[in-house]
């Protein structure tokens, strides 16, 4: 386990033995989730990520948000 401290601008950084495991890229979106216990980060899935999930569906049309700017 890690310790990480909480900056004056309340933010924090996340140590690279974790980003690595999880494959966190600069600027990807991270949910955040308050349990019982404490603070819950997990990577947002991208549509690559979830493609075949459902079989039949496809995302053909659909875009990115990076990609819509």
Do not use: A, F, N, Y
């Given at each position: 386990?890690?310790?990480?401290r909480?900056?004056?601008k309340y933010?924090?950084?996340?140590?690279?033995s974790v980003r690595k495991r999880l494959q966190i890229r600069?600027?990807?979106?991270l949910l955040v989730?308050?349990?019982?216990?404490?603070?819950?980060?997990?990577p947002v899935p991208t549509l690559e990520d979830i493609?075949?999930?459902?079989p039949g569906i496809t995302y053909k049309g659909?875009?990115?948000k990076v990609d819509r700017i």
């Open positions: 386990m890690t310790s990480v909480v900056s004056s933010q924090i950084s996340i140590p690279s600069p600027g990807q979106e989730e308050v349990t019982d216990d404490g603070i819950c980060l997990q493609r075949g999930l459902v659909v875009r990115e």
